[in-house]
């Protein structure tokens, strides 16, 4: 490993957890494809942040919450449309859990969200009510980080949403597209791929940038 990023730099790995894996309750396509490369991409960073999906049991993005739902149905929120979920990442169980492979040991910090029983949150930086902070912005601005490169899961939920909003705090964003994998319903990757590219998100991948490009 001989590439080392700027120290406004942070990596921000975004739910590589076992239920967003194959055999996962909410398993992604390929997902745990996606560890190999983000543990040979953390040593060139500084500042490596995780974060985690961390709902509470009866959480209000579950279909089981939401009697006659079916999972991956649509809802009405008070705080805007809403796709139901299988129960997934439940505080405490392993399905919560980091990929077990998942290199942890050098991230400074870890944002858990989604943890409001009536609020979901796919981005690091706010919940999905767009207004409700993490913390996460703040706590970069704290630590001179101006920049933050984004891997893991799912590229058009948690990972999209999180690249947008640190657009919109102010941040660039890169997004190794090679290190994510997505959910794709409904078309929601070409989407999310046009909503990152309109908001200035830059895409590499793996290869470009431990060869320094
Ligand atoms: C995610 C759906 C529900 C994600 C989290 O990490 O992309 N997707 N909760
Ligand atoms: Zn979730």
Redesign the pocket.
């Known amino acids: 490993m001989t590439v080392r990023m700027p120290d406004d730099t942070a990596f921000l790995i975004v739910?590589v957890q076992t239920d967003f894996c194959p055999g996962g309750a909410?398993a992604v396509a390929d997902g745990d494809a996606v560890v190999p490369l983000v543990n040979r991409l953390a040593p060139a960073f500084g500042t490596v942040i995780l974060t985690q999906?961390w709902?509470p049991p009866g959480?209000a993005?579950f279909a089981s919450s939401h009697p006659g739902a079916a999972p991956l149905s649509m809802a009405q929120m008070d705080y805007g449309p809403q796709v139901l979920?299988p129960d997934?990442?439940v505080q405490g169980t392993p399905g919560a859990a980091f990929h077990p492979d998942l290199e942890t040991d050098r991230a400074r910090l870890v944002i858990r969200?989604?943890t409001n029983p009536a609020l979901?949150?796919?981005s690091a930086f706010f919940e999905n009510d767009h207004v409700t902070p993490t913390g996460l912005a703040g706590a970069l601005s704290e630590l001179g980080i101006r920049h933050v490169v984004m891997a893991g899961l799912a590229t058009d939920?948690?990972v999209r949403w999180s690249a947008v909003d640190g657009r919109k705090v102010g941040l660039a964003v890169t997004l190794v597209e090679d290190a994510c994998r997505a959910i794709d319903l409904d078309g929601s990757l070409e989407a999310a791929r046009r909503e990152m590219h309109a908001a200035g998100v830059v895409r590499t991948d793996t290869a470009a940038l431990l060869a320094g490009s």
């Open positions: 739910d909410l999906d709902h959480h993005s979920w997934h990442c969200k989604g979901d949150s796919y939920f948690c």
